[in-house]
């Protein structure tokens, strides 16, 4: 009985509790607003599914391959959705997984703003998120196992197409422009035909946006 109750005190459901106890105390203590207290209590219940691991310490005694064999795991279908992700070499794609941060965004949390300077892609792992056009139209929903703001990891020193929002909570992948192009920098022609295939992406997308502020041009003229 006694190593049950022990067993218990130490469970990762027990560990939870305990970190969530302690988040509210802190929460009162900085005299937050119920608003910023209840964004964060969700955060911590979407992020960690009321159990508690210390992951970063766990990760720490597995050996090198069996970390990559986890993260090839939970995100190979995910870089893989990506067009030009298709058939790449098996040792780039496990550099590209290895890079890849993994963040959780809350309602109407925004996750790239349109005409500011980019250099990440995107991955969803669950969620919904509304991406908008820069004259702010609404375009579409992505869900799980979409990706998003390629152009801006594959042309440097350009700017956000779009802007995309938190539909829901969502858990995302990022991958940084720096760590793709020194993961794929010793094979310079694959990576010369992902930034071809990004270029016409984004004329595509140029030229729909310009298409949407002509129409809504348009629409304002004849309701005048």
């Known amino acids: 009985m006694i190593m049950e109750i022990n067993t218990g005190k130490t469970s ?3 560990k939870y509790d305990a970190i969530e106890r302690q988040l509210e105390e802190y929460m009162r203590h900085k005299q937050l607003p119920s608003y910023m207290r209840n964004r964060i209590l969700t955060y911590y219940e979407f992020k960690f599914q009321k159990r508690y ?3 970063n310490e766990i990760l720490a005694t597995l ?6 064999e986890m993260n090839m795991h939970a995100c190979k279908k995910l870089v893989e959705n990506v067009i030009f992700f ?3 070499p098996l040792n780039l794609l496990v550099r590209i997984i290895s890079c890849l941060k993994i963040e959780v965004y809350l309602v109407n949390d925004v996750i790239i ?13 669950t969620g919904t998120v509304a991406v908008y056009t820069k004259s702010g139209k609404e375009v579409c929903h992505l869900e799980d196992g979409a ?15 779009a802007s995309v929002v938190a539909v829901e909570v969502s858990e995302i992948y990022r991958l940084d422009q720096r760590d793709f ?3 794929i920098n010793p094979y310079p022609d694959l990576l010369a035909n992902i930034q071809h295939i990004a270029e016409e992406r984004m004329e595509i997308s140029t ?4 298409y949407n502020r002509r129409e809504h041009g348009i629409n304002i003229l004849r309701s005048k």
């Open 86 to 88: 298709r058939n790449l």
């Open 113 to 125: 703003r349109a005409n500011t300077p980019g250099a990440s892609m995107y991955f969803i792992s």
């Open 12 to 14: 990762s459901a027990h």
């Open 53 to 55: 691991f210390r992951e």
């Open 181 to 183: 192009v020194k993961a």
């Open 63 to 68: 050996s090198e391959q069996l970390r990559q």
């Open 147 to 161: 990706h998003f703001g390629e152009i801006a990891l594959l042309i440097k020193d350009t700017y956000r197409i």
């Open 207 to 210: 030229m729909l946006d310009d």
